[in-house]
């Protein structure tokens, strides 16, 4: 549920002009809601950014958001897999 | 991995027969200039609030599509857990806000010019939504005109 609510979100802000980039933890349901850009991380529910008080593997993961969001060659709805 | 066999049978069912929101068209924004001139908001659907703020009501029929401001400068470990769902672990994110706040890591891409600037307030969603109706047409539109007005950029949304 967590991730489709942040898929329509992020479809409000796109729709006014904010470009976005969301997590998601099931593929299945982003492949369903099909969020504007996404990282599918490999990590349980509760711990979307990775494991607590592990800076470098949460920058990790923001780094490969950003990259999405700076990746001109990908068409909506894009997914792309985060590999740790 | 996220799947869905870590939920119990019961919420598999559900799962299972329920409705997705499909996107259709998808909307795009490109990126209008460089990320290291970008001001970017961080929204989160893990039901955090900081003290004094309204927890999240879990008992709204169909979710609670509020939504509360987290301010920048807020300490990531005041923010309070007040998501219900018990169909995931809350101990990282509990003991680690950042696990699913990363408020910390996002001011120090700021700090290094990653990114432009980090916008002064950030949006706080609980995610348990099963009827999304009234987040398309009225909250998520609002939270949006708010991030447009305060001349966000980018945005970075995490699930739970």
Same mark, same amino acid.
């Given at each position: 549920?967590c991730?489709?609510?942040?898929?329509?979100v992020?479809?409000e802000l796109e729709? =006014?002009?904010? #470009?976005?980039?969301?997590?998601?933890l099931?593929?299945e349901?982003?492949?369903r809601v099909r /969020? %504007?850009?996404?990282l599918?991380?490999p990590?349980?529910h509760g711990?979307?950014?990775?494991k607590?008080?592990?800076?470098? =593997?949460?920058? #990790?993961?923001?780094?490969?958001?950003l990259?999405?969001?700076?990746?001109?060659?990908l068409? /909506? %709805?894009?997914?792309?897999d985060?590999?740790? | 991995?996220?799947t869905?066999s870590e939920?119990?049978l019961?919420l598999?069912?559900f799962?299972?027969?329920?409705?997705?929101?499909?996107i259709?068209?998808?909307?795009?924004t490109?990126?209008?200039?460089?990320?290291?001139?970008?001001?970017?908001?961080?929204?989160?659907?893990a039901?955090f609030?900081?003290?004094?703020?309204e927890?999240?009501?879990?008992?709204?029929?169909?979710?609670?599509?509020?939504?509360?401001?987290?301010?920048a400068?807020v300490?990531v470990?005041?923010?309070?857990?007040?998501h219900?769902s018990e169909?995931?672990?809350?101990?990282?994110?509990?003991?680690?806000?950042?696990?699913?706040?990363p408020i910390?890591?996002?001011?120090?891409?700021?700090?290094?010019?990653?990114?432009?600037?980090?916008?002064?307030?950030h949006?706080?969603?609980?995610g348990?939504?099963t009827?999304?109706?009234?987040?398309?047409r009225?909250?998520?539109?609002?939270?949006?005109r708010?991030l447009v007005?305060?001349?966000?950029d980018?945005?970075?949304?995490?699930?739970?």
């Amino acid at each position: 549920m967590c991730n489709q609510a942040v898929g329509l979100v992020a479809a409000e802000l796109e729709r =006014q002009g904010i #470009a976005t980039v969301v997590l998601q933890l099931l593929r299945e349901v982003a492949e369903r809601v099909r /969020p %504007p850009r996404a990282l599918f991380v490999p990590f349980p529910h509760g711990y979307p950014m990775g494991k607590p008080e592990d800076p470098a =593997q949460q920058h #990790a993961v923001l780094e490969a958001a950003l990259h999405i969001l700076e990746d001109r060659s990908l068409t /909506p %709805p894009a997914l792309v897999d985060h590999t740790p | 991995m996220g799947t869905m066999s870590e939920f119990p049978l019961s919420l598999r069912l559900f799962l299972k027969a329920y409705p997705w929101r499909r996107i259709d068209p998808v909307p795009w924004t490109p990126l209008a200039k460089p990320l290291s001139e970008s001001r970017l908001a961080l929204l989160s659907s893990a039901g955090f609030v900081v003290p004094g703020q309204e927890p999240f009501d879990a008992a709204v029929r169909g979710g609670d599509v509020s939504f509360r401001d987290i301010p920048a400068g807020v300490d990531v470990r005041t923010l309070a857990d007040t998501h219900r769902s018990e169909s995931f672990d809350h101990s990282g994110l509990r003991e680690d806000p950042n696990v699913a706040f990363p408020i910390d890591r996002i001011r120090e891409l700021a700090a290094r010019g990653r990114i432009g600037s980090m916008n002064h307030r950030h949006l706080s969603f609980m995610g348990s939504i099963t009827a999304p109706g009234r987040l398309v047409r009225h909250t998520g539109p609002e939270a949006a005109r708010r991030l447009v007005a305060d001349g966000v950029d980018v945005a970075l949304l995490v699930p739970v």
